[in-house]
């Protein structure tokens, strides 16, 4: 590796440290959103003393005319969070982890997160920005892949472990030859 990338690392990992510092959380707390911009997905942390998760809301913004766009990723840190309400129901296949493969779980389509604090991060990787703040709202509602993301880390706060059917349960259908 060449100094000037050893040089962009320690001047980003500097920049990560000051952010932590700003908030007023323990450390630890941010383990989730940390991971999220450096491995992208959605991350959840647990200790005794406090319960984050990071989910990424993702929204591609592109200009038919210019023939250019980006991937916008908004990432909320949420500080011991709880679902307030559900709504609907989605069945889907999730992979997680060391699982060796997807199961078959039921999500909410809808979903009213509470959370002590919530900092969203937004990346904007067309202009190379991450805008960090901390919203007012202690309250949020989500839909969609956000609200499934939501209610898995959820699960994995309150258990650990994601719980589903197995892919084997699952037939082939339609015209194919043996």
């Not at 991937?71 to 709880?82: C, K, Q, R, W």
Request: proline share 3%; charged share 35%; with cysteine.
């Amino acid at each position: 590796m060449d100094i000037d990338k050893v040089r962009e690392i320690i001047d980003f990992t500097n920049a990560e440290r000051k952010l932590i510092s700003s908030f007023n959380l323990p450390a630890d707390a941010f383990t989730p959103l940390l991971l999220s911009l450096r491995d992208g997905g959605d991350w959840s942390y647990s200790s005794e003393d406090i319960k984050t998760m990071a989910v990424m809301d993702k929204t591609t913004i592109y200009d038919d005319e210019r023939k250019l766009g980006y991937s916008l990723e908004e990432i909320y840190l949420f500080v011991n969070p709880e679902i307030r309400d559900e709504e609907g129901t989605v069945h889907r296949l999730e992979k997680c982890g060391n699982e060796e493969m997807r199961l078959l779980v039921r999500r909410p389509y809808k979903v009213r997160v509470m959370s002590d604090r919530i900092i969203k991060t937004t990346v904007n990787p067309l202009e190379k920005e991450i805008k960090i703040e901390e919203l007012a709202e202690k309250e949020l509602v989500f839909d969609g892949s956000t609200a499934y993301d939501i209610a898995h880390e959820i699960e994995h706060l309150r258990q650990k472990e994601i719980k589903g059917g197995s892919l084997w349960e699952f037939r082939f259908t339609g015209e194919f030859r043996q």
